[in-house]
């Protein structure tokens, strides 16, 4: 066997390899030294600068003992740091894929800077798209298509408890804090939401004075630090509260129970992005940290936060007032819907945020590995609330990646009532998808706290990109409304869309996604049994699960079993929903392609 493979330290034959490794290593700092002694003898000052600083450089990397590859390869190692520094944006702009999500496409950031600019989004020679790869959605068009008159699509939000119900779009601007974006930015997206006549969230960090400038619409968002509204302790402080929130501009509150990027964490703002602007706004000491804790003090049990929502309703005036949470575990939502139920109050709206929600900066692991994704948590909180029997009660939005009329649409379609957007508002800002929105050093000035770098984002052209890319999103969700044959995005059904499957075959959404039945679970009759079994967990004095009332509800299912098949109608029988799917073997009654909302009149 030959010796290189019983060796493990074989001796070099000759110092010949060693040396020649030794100067490849050596020979930028080598060329450094040559460079200053030509530029001595020559007494040219150019390179005797550069001859110098290479040197310096050269003598700093070998003595320092931090990084290796310095030490090995002084003046040349630092090519490494310098491509890594900028391994985003040459992937970005010469490696990356049209289609390749990181997070967002070339082509999904390209649709949105169209828009913004009024540039046509127009495309020719056919879809990028592998039609026939396993998730592929589309709409089922109809043979009585036709464009609609009306694009500016509205929902009215507010319940029996509210006293001022908000008129608002079915696509508005998520939360996103003065703080981590820029004062520039804020401007920017509330005079937009001013010219395009929809509704901006404060995001947590309390309403700022460039939140107020132009006027546009807002919701307040309340999260666990209580930013505007704290008292010296950082508790909830119901007068300042009531101060602001009477404000006109003020829409509707919403308390944040948790966010997509990191929920179950809090939050932090850097004490180097904390100007005094910021300070006194969010009510927090200057040159600290900006923590938000990662749960409520004014509450602890789901009846408390019920109470929580109707002294907010309250103090604003009888003001639309609902909670925004990623979903975690199951029952607790649950057990919120409980509290609903026995206290006979329930929010103006819910906002599902999802766990693919990314303004906020997180943990890498929090990014990738906690909360669930949207359409999963969107799918619970519907499916919850229909099986409770009050979704007619409660309005629901989401937030999560949607940038297009065709990401409104589908939501819509699950059961939504409107979509949030916030990485596809900054993108209309400005955003490059720099990825640096936690350093300070956000090169558009979207989310800097730098005043030299945000100066560069020029808010009444930028505000105007923000209602173009408003009205042209709409646009082509009317489009697709149309097509459909329908007058409103609120008619959209989950049989609208249809979805391949691995194997080549294709479900209607309707078939693809669970929908429980109306009222099923108030007598535990769900057809998805998980479903019954988190329901009989929740209870509305605390937020733990109830094991007890699990352990009994599964030894009756095994000493009775459980029937949960979905009522159905034999053939022949007359069905009394016009929406029901036909079936031979009967007719399928309940949620199956229903999402339970009111439709508008049949009108323009």
């Known amino acids: 066997m030959p010796q290189s493979r019983t060796d493990l330290n074989p001796e070099p034959k000759s110092n010949l390899p060693y040396l020649t490794g030794v100067l490849l290593r050596y020979s930028t700092f080598v060329a450094a030294i040559f460079l200053l002694l ?78 913004a600019k009024n540039v046509s989004d127009t495309n020719a020679f056919g ?30 939000v507010g319940g029996e408890r509210c006293q001022q119900p908000h008129e608002m779009s079915v696509f508005n601007i998520s939360a996103m804090s003065f703080g981590s974006l820029s004062a520039n930015a804020i401007m920017a997206l509330n005079q937009g939401a001013k010219i395009g006549g929809f509704t901006h969230d404060t995001g947590e960090g309390a ?31 119901a007068q300042s509260f009531a101060e602001k929130a009477v404000d006109p501009q003020v829409k509707m509150i919403e308390i944040k129970l948790s966010q997509g990027a990191k929920p179950g964490k809090g939050g932090v703002l850097p004490a ?7 300070a006194d706004t969010r009510q927090v000491p200057l040159g600290q940290d900006c923590i938000s804790p990662s749960s409520h003090t004014a509450f602890s049990t789901p009846l408390e936060l019920v109470a929580f929502w109707q002294q907010l309703r309250e103090l604003s005036g009888g003001k639309p007032v609902g909670f925004k949470l990623c979903i975690g575990q199951p029952w607790q939502f649950m057990a919120i819907v409980k509290a609903m139920i026995k206290t006979d109050n329930y929010p103006d ?65 699950l059961g939504a009532d409107w979509c949030n957007s916030a990485r596809g508002f900054m993108f209309a800002v ?6 640096s929105c936690h350093t300070n050093t956000c090169p558009t000035g979207v989310a800097t706290q730098d005043p030299y770098r945000q100066k560069a984002l020029d808010v009444p052209s930028k505000a105007e990109r923000v209602a173009s890319f408003h009205k042209n999103t709409l646009k082509s969700l009317a489009s697709i409304v149309g097509a459909v044959g329908l007058q409103h995005p609120s008619q959209l059904q989950p049989y609208h869309i249809a979805r391949r499957l691995e194997d080549g075959q294709i479900k209607l959404l309707s078939k693809f996604f669970y929908f429980t039945d109306k009222g099923a679970l108030l007598d535990q009759s769900a057809r ?14 605390s937020f733990l699960a109830d094991n007890d009332a699990l352990i009994a509800y599964n030894e009756d299912s095994r000493d ?10 034999k053939a022949g029988d007359q069905a009394t929903d016009d929406r029901a799917n036909n079936d031979p073997t009967g007719i399928m009654i309940g949620n199956v392609n229903n999402t339970f909302r009111d439709f508008p009149p049949d009108s323009d």
């Not at 180097?272 to 910021?278: A, N």
């Not at 400005?430 to 990825?435: A, D, H, K, T």
């Not at 998805?528 to 209870?539: E, K, L």
């Open 38 to 115: 030509a530029g001595l003898l020559l007494l040219n000052w150019w390179l005797i600068l550069i001859g110098a600083f290479g040197v310096g450089l050269g003598i700093y990397d070998i003595v320092q003992s931090k990084h290796a590859i310095l030490n090995n390869y002084p003046i040349a190692g630092h090519v490494r740091y310098v491509l890594e520094d900028f391994r985003p944006e040459i992937r970005q702009y010469l490696l990356e894929d049209d289609k390749e999500q990181v997070p967002f496409s070339r082509q999904q950031r390209a649709l949105v800077y169209q828009r």
């Open 127 to 156: 879809t990028l798209d592998n039609l026939y790869t396993n998730g592929k959605e589309w709409f089922l068009q109809s043979a009585v298509s036709q464009p609609l008159k009306n694009k500016d699509f509205k929902i009215m």
């Open 207 to 237: 309403i700022s004075p460039y939140h107020r400038k132009f006027g546009g619409d807002l919701i307040w968002e309340l999260g666990t630090g209580y930013f505007g509204c704290r008292d010296a302790n950082g508790d909830f402080d």
């Open 272 to 278: 180097e992005k904390i100007t005094q602007e910021i």
């Open 349 to 413: 709206f819910i906002v599902i945020d999802g766990a693919e929600g990314g303004t906020g900066a997180a943990p890498v692991e929090f990014m990738d590995n906690v909360g669930m994704p949207m359409v999963d948590g969107f799918l619970l909180v519907h499916n919850t609330l229909v099986g409770a029997g009050i979704r007619d009660k409660v309005r629901l939005g989401v937030s999560g990646k949607i940038v297009s009329g065709f990401d409104i649409a589908r939501l819509i379609a």
């Open 430 to 435: 400005g955003c490059i998808q720099s990825r």
């Open 528 to 541: 998805a049994d998980v479903f019954n079994q988190m329901w009989v967990m929740a209870t509305a004095d």
């Open 560 to 569: 009775t079993g459980k029937k949960t098949e979905a009522p159905t109608l």
